[in-house]
Nanobody
Framework: QVQLVESGGGLVQAGGSLRLSCVAS???????MGWFRQAPGKERDFVAALDWGGGSAGYAESVEGRFTISRDDAKNTLYLQMNSLRPEDTAVYYC??????????????????WGQGTQVTVSS
C-alpha cells in the first residue's frame, strides 16, 4: 500500500512559479509516478510522469517547457516545478503512483494510488 500526500499549491499571479511536492509512504518511490490535474467540471488530465527508475519523463503538450517533474528517492518525494504559470493552469493537482514497474503512464487508469490533491490558482 502506498500513501501520497501533496503540498505546495496556492495562489500565484500569471507568470509566477510554484513547486508541488508529493511525499510517499508505505514503500519506496521505485514506481512509475505522475501528476494530473482537474479543473471544475472537467476530466482529470495528464500533466507529467516519470518511469519506474526516474530516467524517462513525459509531459502534456500544454506544459512542455514550463513544468519539470523530478524525484528524490532519499526523501521519498516527487516534485513538480511549475514556471511561467497561466490562468489555464488553475486546477486541483494530484500525485499518483502505479503499482507495476514500467515506463511512464499518461492515463489515470494506469495508476493505483492517488493523493488528496492540492489547489493551484493562477490569477491573470
Amino acid at each position: 500500500q502506498v500513501q501520497l500526500v501533496e503540498s505546495g499549491g496556492g495562489l500565484v499571479q500569471a507568470g509566477g512559479s510554484l513547486r508541488l511536492s508529493c511525499v510517499a509512504s508505505g514503500r519506496t518511490l521505485s514506481l512509475p509516478m505522475g501528476w494530473f490535474r482537474q479543473a471544475p467540471g472537467k476530466e482529470r488530465d495528464f500533466v507529467a510522469a516519470l518511469d519506474w527508475g526516474g530516467g524517462s519523463a513525459g509531459y502534456a503538450e500544454s506544459v512542455e517547457g514550463r513544468f519539470t517533474i523530478s524525484r528524490d528517492d532519499a526523501k521519498n518525494t516527487l516534485y513538480l516545478q511549475m514556471n511561467s504559470l497561466r490562468p489555464e493552469d488553475t486546477a486541483v493537482y494530484y500525485c499518483a503512483a502505479a503499482s507495476r514497474v514500467g515506463g511512464y503512464y499518461t492515463k489515470p487508469i494506469n495508476y493505483d494510488y492517488w493523493g488528496q490533491g492540492t489547489q493551484v490558482t493562477v490569477s491573470s
